[in-house]
């Protein structure tokens, strides 16, 4: 069996087994440690209509997740709610459903950056 560098592990592909179903999201693609936050997530935000995406990535989706690793996010809001107060709701809708524990990136801020973009890219859309 190879064993894989910590930077080739990022790049790897995982299908999990499912713990917390969400429909229309790819759960098998989440880390089982992070599944059920991502799941109080969703929830906490599926009707906010301020709220265009979130995308889940980093370790939370692949082999690289611990018991120690938080939530990496992109948010995407609408383009007509794209101002401070807006981030600072969301912000703190998606930290209370995740004890606090995720590293929230606005879209808007990141978009221009092309290697955070490609690792956005490879992340799990769960909103």
């Not at 069996?1 to 429909?23: G, I």
């Not at 265009?52 to 018991?67: E, H, K, P």
Request: with cysteine.
């Amino acid at each position: 069996m190879e064993c894989k560098t910590w930077e080739e592990q990022k790049n790897v592909e995982c299908n999990f087994r499912v713990l917390a179903d969400v429909p229309k999201v790819k759960m098998s693609r989440i880390h089982p440690l992070q599944q059920k936050a991502v799941k109080r997530i969703h929830d906490a935000i599926e009707w906010d209509e301020r709220v265009a995406a979130i995308v889940l990535f980093g370790s939370s989706v692949n082999l690289r997740c611990t018991i120690h690793s938080d939530l990496d996010l992109v948010v995407r809001l609408r383009p007509e709610f794209v101002n401070n107060e807006t981030k600072n709701e969301v912000s703190e809708k998606i930290q209370e459903a995740c004890g606090w524990n995720a590293d929230v990136l606005w879209y808007d801020r990141i978009c221009n950056s092309k290697n955070l973009m490609n690792n956005v890219l490879k992340g799990v859309q769960i909103l």
